[in-house]
Structure formats: structure tokens, C-alpha cells
């Protein structure tokens, strides 16, 4: 018995670690929604901090395009700022360019020209990994895996070739305010979700995204934010969140709705892969010609004609 138990002991381990990798990568892939395309030059050096958590992102004259065989431009000379601690909103119609953008600070493609620098160091020159451990995404569509609420929330870790903590995805947890929710379930982290366990409603997901990406405490986080609407009272709760979880980071939001976004610090209206204005809510607001005061109008309009009554934005 133990001749036959033995080896197939070890193919159960093997069977188990494969699946795992396989699910994991493939889960990452799914997660960023892209394929990795770009590899470290020879000479890559470490993102470094000097400060862990003062991180500032500089975009200077960037220009992108997905196929650079292709003429279409979809970033056509970008540039900004964000100083550390602060929030940029970056809004504009449909295929603006705006996750683009996103998807750049994270090194998924490389650009054609211009740079982006993170406290000076240009992350085209960086390891990928050391750029991507300074970054939480939090993306538009939260994906779950069928297993516990601590190893969905933990993969923010798993991401990275590490295991988190049971303490780790509590912290997490706490700093996305969800731990209410896990403590009303029936195994608390232990609780399976997805198809074959809890069902999560939107907000829940949001905030296990959330948790996700507050796991490696990265000093930038960058939010995708839904285009499906939640109802108010959720997306209240889920601002309220990503309020707490920006505190002391330097935050990118890419907004649909233009009633999150009012407090940043800076906000840039984009178009065809242009900056075409930028300021702050007041100052662009005040621009009775300008986009983004059409954009409001518009928003304004089409809550008005949904529910006249109570216009939520
Ligand atoms: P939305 O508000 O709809 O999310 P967006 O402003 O975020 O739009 P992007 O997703 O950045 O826009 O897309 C900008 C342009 O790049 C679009 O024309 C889009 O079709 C194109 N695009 C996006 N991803 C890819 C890709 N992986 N390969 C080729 N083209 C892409």
C-alpha cells in the first residue's frame, strides 16, 4: 500500500501546484486584461523610493500607439504632473485614452516617445516588478475565483509570487472596509465566494478589489472606475473607501461619473488621446464653453430625465 500511496501522493502535490500556477497566471492575465508584451532592458535597475510612500508620477510629451506599425496614435503627446499625495481624475468621452494612460504607469506596453518618470526615474529603464509593487489597481470588473474571501483577497499578494497573511488580508480588509461584511459571513475568510459559494453584489466585489490592491500598501493607486452604476447608497460606501484607501498615496481615477472626481486635486480632460483642458473642479466648471462643463450639463441632463425627482449624479 504505501508503494502505490507514495508516488501517488506526490502526483496529487504535482497535480495541485500545476493547477495553481496555471490558475494564477491565467487569473493575472485575466486581471490586467492584457498580455505581457514588454520585457526588462538589460540593464534594468529597481524602482526605488526614497520614501515608501511618496511617490510622484510624471507623464512628459507621451506618444502611444497599441500596433506602432499602425499610424493610429491613441496618445498624442501627453503630458502632467502628480505630486505626491495628490489626486488626478482623468475623464473624457469613450476610447479617450484615459485606461491607457493607466495601463502605461504600469509598464504593460512600452511608448514610442516622450517618458514616464516616477520621483525621477523613468519606469521604461525599471524592472517591471519593482514598478508594479509600487502600484495598486483597482480595476472596473473585480474577477473572483471560486475559493475563499482570504485567497481572493490575498491574490492581490499571490500576484507577486508571495502568500499573504491571514494578518495581511485583515489589514486589507479593515482599509477597504470590508471586514463588516466578512464578519456577517458565515466562516468569515474562510467563506467561499464566486459561482460555487457567496455570490458578491458589485459594491463587494469593488471592495474585495479594494482590499486586493491595498495589500501591498503601494504608495500609487490607480482606480478604473465602474461604467455599470451602483445604486447611490453602495457607491457612497465605495467612495467613502477609496477616500480612506487614498489617504497618503498618490491616486489616479479614471472617471465615468463626474460627481466622484470633484475633490481632486487636478483633473484632466482628455480627447483623442489629447489633453484639451485641465484644472480643478472650479476652474473648469467656470469654463461655461468648455468640455468638461459640457460633459456636467450632459450628465446633469440624462440623470434628470432617469428619476426628475432626485438627480443623483
Ligand atoms: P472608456 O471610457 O470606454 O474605458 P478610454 O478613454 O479608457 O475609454 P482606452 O481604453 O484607453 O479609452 O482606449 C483608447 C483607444 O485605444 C480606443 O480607440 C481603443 O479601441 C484602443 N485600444 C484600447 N486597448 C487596446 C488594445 N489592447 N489593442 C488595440 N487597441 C486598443
Excluded at 256 to 275: N, P
Excluded at 289 to 308: H, V
Amino acid at each position: 500500500i504505501l508503494q502505490l500511496y507514495v508516488p501517488l501522493n506526490f502526483l496529487g502535490t504535482y497535480y495541485r501546484m500545476i493547477k495553481q500556477c496555471m490558475v494564477d497566471v491565467e487569473a493575472m492575465f485575466r486581471l490586467m486584461g492584457e498580455n505581457q508584451e514588454v520585457a526588462d532592458a538589460d540593464d534594468a535597475k529597481d524602482l526605488v523610493l526614497a520614501n515608501p510612500s511618496q511617490a510622484k508620477i510624471e507623464y512628459e510629451n507621451v506618444f502611444f500607439s497599441y500596433d506602432p506599425k499602425e499610424d493610429r496614435k491613441i496618445l498624442k503627446g501627453v503630458s502632467f504632473v502628480v505630486e505626491p499625495g495628490q489626486k488626478l481624475a482623468l475623464v473624457g468621452e469613450s476610447g479617450a485614452g484615459k485606461s491607457t494612460i493607466a495601463k502605461l504607469l504600469y509598464r504593460l506596453y512600452d511608448i514610442q516617445g516622450g517618458r514616464i518618470l516616477i520621483n525621477g526615474q523613468d519606469v521604461a529603464k525599471c524592472t517591471q516588478r519593482s514598478v508594479r509593487l509600487n502600484i495598486g489597481i483597482v480595476p472596473q470588473d473585480c474577477v473572483l475565483f471560486n475559493d475563499t474571501i482570504e485567497y481572493n483577497i490575498g491574490f492581490g499578494k499571490l500576484g507577486q509570487g508571495d502568500v499573504a497573511t491571514r494578518e495581511e488580508v485583515e489589514r486589507a480588509s479593515k482599509a477597504a472596509q470590508f471586514e463588516k461584511f466578512v464578519n456577517q459571513t458565515p466562516s468569515g475568510y474562510d467563506t467561499l465566494v464566486g459561482e460555487r459559494g457567496l455570490r458578491l453584489s458589485g459594491g463587494e466585489k469593488q471592495r474585495v478589489a479594494i482590499a486586493r490592491a491595498l495589500l501591498k500598501d503601494p504608495p500609487i493607486m490607480v482606480y478604473d472606475e465602474a461604467t455599470s452604476s451602483l445604486d447611490t447608497h453602495t457607491e457612497n460606501q465605495i467612495m467613502d473607501a477609496i477616500r480612506v484607501a487614498a489617504q497618503g498615496r498618490t491616486n489616479l481615477v479614471i472617471a465615468h461619473r463626474l460627481s466622484t472626481i470633484m475633490d481632486s486635486d487636478k483633473i484632466l480632460v482628455l480627447s483623442g488621446g489629447e489633453v484639451v483642458e485641465s484644472g480643478n473642479h472650479q476652474t473648469l466648471y467656470a469654463d461655461v464653453n468648455g468640455k468638461y462643463r459640457k460633459m456636467w450639463d450632459s450628465q446633469l441632463q440624462a440623470a434628470m430625465k432617469e428619476s426628475p425627482s432626485t438627480v443623483e449624479l
